[in-house]
């Protein structure tokens, strides 16, 4: 099931797939896959490993050619032949490479040459906004893995992009570069651009997104706003004291909503789940109360984590030894 | 060319650029130094005569070259496939298509700047070759008097660009199999195992007359070379009369770079 929100008309769109197919031998990779990214948004794209977050990231960059299927950049038809349109986009596809022997200004220097025409005050300006400027003249082969992160989003802004393509983008970035580079993407989407973010890490997006895509098995299978995705079946949780366990459970009974007691991580205390809409969370609180229960703590909202587990095949195990969550997919 | 500026500036950063200048450099002193100190020590005449030949100029010049030609032109097959098989196998190519770069520009652009510093390479080295060997030539006592002879050094430059072509010729090669392979390792591999397979070949009478079409030996017949020096480290083989070569050379140059166009063209990126 896809759902997707109100079409905008087509010159909108910062990026567009339709029935977008990619195999490699005969292991599909994309199966048909149909996406539509807003201009002026932070696009959450999602999905477990294997699901063809990567191949799409290729696809888009003419690192690869799709078996079939059309992609739309900034309003233009693309063709992995004709690819001037990707002067106007900045990418950052899979992990940054750089040369090694080279200082990490003169590895933007490098990539300036190529594609669109950039000024080397512009290299000297990116490599600012990623906090790089100090470090700039040190040979990026003694760059840590942080630092090459960041020298690769300052690669992707190098030519000023009207869309930008992160792959992974928080990958090695230490909390201070998190939320620095949070605070860039917000910056540019304010400017009217638009950034396409694959990524697993569900959290970091859920802090970024506008909208979110979850692709699994080369599909999509799940778009929309970010507000919208969480307002769905979401849940509300409360901590109450485990000797009126009993007691809050009747009286949350009595909502309707099926409600599920687990531990807390402080002794005594209970949490109990809620599946109920967010919005009802003082539906949840009153019936608590009337019964003469108080909560210590209340928690209302969906994570996107609990939904990306829920739509998707990722199968976590948190009581198996650590390397069986790690198995590839097909 | 900005695109050329910077490639320039990436190969001359590059420690295998210098690694491959100093052995080149090295080999060619080493060869005039070690034949400069044998003369006079040599118990046959025969022998004596022969180095001192070789020391005395013009035709040192055209050992220098040969040398440039049979060391370098092996040591350019492994340099063309290492500078364009990095970008494959440490995966920096990404970042440049996903700029938009043209691909087929790129890598011309890149072969363009390898040509560039060979034709330094070959200059320099020509340089160095030839002080060892007029150094050499006073150490034998042959003299060292025609190495200054006007009508010699009007001969120079076309000497030197042949070289560079051949050079360049056999760098191409290389590279053009890097391309192939998206390897530095299988380019330069492949390309050292035609280089040496072509030798071998001239084992094989029913193939010696057709050798000397065989791109290798192609490239170290574009100079004119007496035959007590052999021809470009290919030794007494067949070898094509020099201006024929030269146009095999191009013609082979050529070739290699519209190989290395259409597989950098059609490449589907996924390292």
Redesign the interface.
Known sequence: MTTAMTPPPTGSFALRTQGLVKR?GSRPALQGLDLAVPRGVVYGFLGPNGAGKTTLM?LL?????PDSGRIEILGQPYDWRK?????R?G?L??S????D??SGR?NL?????????VSSARVDEVLALVGLAERGRDKAGRYSLGMKQRLGIA?AL??DPELLLLDEPANGLDPGGIVAMRETLRHLTRQGKTVFISSHILPEVQQLADVVGIVDGGRLIREGSLGDLLSEGGQVKVRVAEAELQTAMAALGALGAPALPRPAEIPGLSWIDVSIQPARATDVNRALATAGIYASAIESGSDLESIFLSLTTTTPAPSAPPTAGWGERG | MALLRISLLKLVRRPATWVVFAILAGLIMLVFFALGASAGQLESAGEELQVRLLLAFPTAYTMVVGVILGFGGLLAVAYGAAIIGADWGWGTIRAVVARGESRVRYTLVTFAAIAIVLAIGVLVTFILGAGAAILAAEIAGVGSEGATDPDTLRTLPELLVRTWLGVAQAAAIGFAIAMLFKSQLAGIGAGLALYFAEMFLMLVPILRDGLAYFPFSVSGAVIATSDELGSGGFGSVPTLDPDQAVLWSLGYLVLALAIASIAARRAQITQ
Do not use: K
Request: proline share 3%; hydrophobic share 50%; aromatic share 12%.
């Open positions: 490699y290729r960059v003419g690192l690869i050619r690819r001037g349109v990707l002067h986009v990418a596809v899979e940054p490479v750089f040369y022997y080279l003169d220097r490098a990539l300036a040459a190529s594609g669109a025409t690669a190098l030519s």
